[in-house]
């Protein structure tokens, strides 16, 4: 959904990114790669198709997949 702007399942256009807010405190759906809270947050990004609820998650950028590959190898 990301890449192609469509739901996979039913082939709606009707997707809604839902970002990260990074200034509140275990908002979202976060990849920690630090033992300190605040340090190290992934955001895992989700998409979501308005039409029938499938969601898909996403790591959106390199920096962060490489955080994530250093981390948990």
Known sequence: ???TGR?????SRKVLRVPDHP???ASGNNIYTS???LLGKIPVI????????????WVET???R???HRAFG
């Open 46 to 57: 989700r998409y979501v198709c308005l039409d029938c609820g499938y969601v898909e998650n």
């Open 35 to 37: 033992s300190f809270t």
């Open 66 to 68: 490489e955080a994530l």
């Open 7 to 11: 739901c996979p399942k039913c082939g």
């Open 1 to 3: 959904m990301k890449n």
């Open 23 to 25: 200034g509140r405190y």
């Open 62 to 64: 390199a920096e962060q």
